[in-house]
Every structure is written in structure tokens, then in C-alpha cells.
């Protein structure tokens, strides 16, 4: 049985696709169909599912003007990246840094909406207790 790689190895493995695919104006599709795997698989690099292997690896890093050891950083090198790869591998992180925080801002905006709904059905209920409280106390007086 084969170890799973860091979870940092997948986090720059991403970083580096993605800037690299944004760099050169590819989708997934097209990354895809030009490293010869289905978009699937593609997917699954990009979600850190999974790493390419062997040939793949190799096609995917001529396709995007990459070295091998450059597509996951830290494989063969004392440090992750250096020179113009540093740029890359930052910019990735950017990347994601801005992914997460687009979904912090998406996620606080559900809350604030199912805090708020939240509100309007307390205060509903609240309303409907009044009114029950109301004609209980009219009944009685009656």
C-alpha cells in the first residue's frame, strides 16, 4: 500500500495547476483532452483527490511548459520552488487564499440570511402566541 502524499504536496500541486491553466487560458476540458485522461480526472486534481502519475504527470507538464518536479513542489528539490516557479506557486496560493475567501463571504452571507429568517419566524411566532394569549384571556372574561 502506497502513503499518501502531504496534504501540503496536493495544496501546491493545485496552486501550480491552476495558475498554470489560468496562465495559458486552458479549461478543464481542454487540460483534459490534451493530457489524454477524462475531465474527470482532471477534476479530481483539482478538488485533491488525487495526483497524476507516471506518463500522465509527464504529458501534463509538457502541456502546461512545465518540468514534472515542478507540477508538485517539494518532489525532488530542497526547496519547493525557486526563481520564476516562486511566482507561480505564490500566485497559486493567492489563488486559493481568494478562493476561500469568496466562500467565507458566501458562507456568511447564508448565515446571515438563515439568521435572518430565523428572526422573521421567531417574531411570527411570537405574533401567533399574542394572539392565542388574547383570545384566551377574551374567552375567559366571558
Do not use: C, N
Request: aromatic letters at 4%; charged letters at 30%; proline letters at 4%.
Amino acid at each position: 500500500m502506497t502513503a499518501k502524499p502531504d496534504p501540503d504536496v496536493y495544496r501546491g500541486f493545485r496552486a501550480v495547476l491552476v495558475t498554470a491553466m489560468r496562465r495559458l487560458g486552458l479549461s478543464q476540458r481542454e487540460v483534459a483532452q490534451r493530457v489524454g485522461v477524462s475531465e474527470s480526472t482532471v477534476g479530481k486534481w483539482l478538488h485533491r483527490q488525487t495526483l497524476p502519475s507516471g506518463q500522465f504527470l509527464t504529458r501534463l507538464a509538457e502541456v502546461l511548459g512545465l518540468k514534472s518536479d515542478q507540477l508538485i513542489p517539494g518532489s525532488g528539490r530542497a526547496s519547493p520552488v525557486s526563481g520564476e516557479d516562486a511566482s507561480a506557486y505564490l500566485t497559486g496560493g493567492r489563488v486559493v487564499l481568494a478562493e476561500l475567501q469568496d466562500l467565507l463571504r458566501e458562507l456568511e452571507q447564508r448565515w446571515e440570511h438563515q439568521s435572518a429568517r430565523g428572526a422573521r419566524a421567531l417574531e411570527h411566532y411570537q405574533e401567533v402566541e399574542r394572539s392565542r394569549g388574547a383570545r384566551k384571556r377574551r374567552s375567559k372574561g366571558s
